[in-house]
Nanobody
Framework: QVQLVESGGGSVQAGGSLRLSCAAYGYAYSSHCMGWFRQAPGKEREGVAVIYTGGGSLYYADSVKGRFTISQDNAKNTLYLQMNSLKPEDTAMYYC????????????????????WGQGTQVTVSS
């Protein structure tokens, strides 16, 4: 049974940093897409950063480029999101997700493509 478990959320002041982790259980962590998404109250869930676990494909939302870094430790079946220079508008529930069936190792951030989701971790940035 596929299970994704996020951790690392919290409350920080603007300009601070957080590192989110997503531990994956129940399947072989290889050759698929993993991503971080976020959803603020009253807004749609949006893709923040997406990676192909086999390497090569990376996506960042324009709003986080240069501030957030997605990475992984395949040996630990764990996905990370390093968030620096946080802004109040980064406040949201952050989710990690996985999808299989990518073509040619290309991963895109459309939420409907992701079939497995974690429970989310809250990030709150105060000004």
């Amino acid at each position: 049974q596929v299970q994704l478990v996020e951790s690392g959320g919290g409350s920080v002041q603007a300009g601070g940093s957080l590192r989110l982790s997503c531990a994956a259980y129940g399947y072989a962590y290889s050759s698929h897409c993993m991503g971080w998404f976020r959803q603020a109250p009253g807004k749609e869930r949006e893709g923040v950063a997406v990676i192909y676990t086999g390497g090569g494909s990376l996506y960042y939302a324009d709003s986080v480029k240069g501030r957030f870094t997605i990475s992984q430790d395949n040996a630990k079946n764990t996905l990370y999101l390093q968030m620096n220079s946080l802004k109040p508008e980064d406040t949201a529930m952050y989710y990690c997700a996985a999808h299989w069936g990518t073509l040619g190792g290309y991963c895109s951030p459309e939420t409907y493509k992701f079939s497995a989701w974690g429970q989310g971790t809250q990030v709150t940035v105060s000004s």
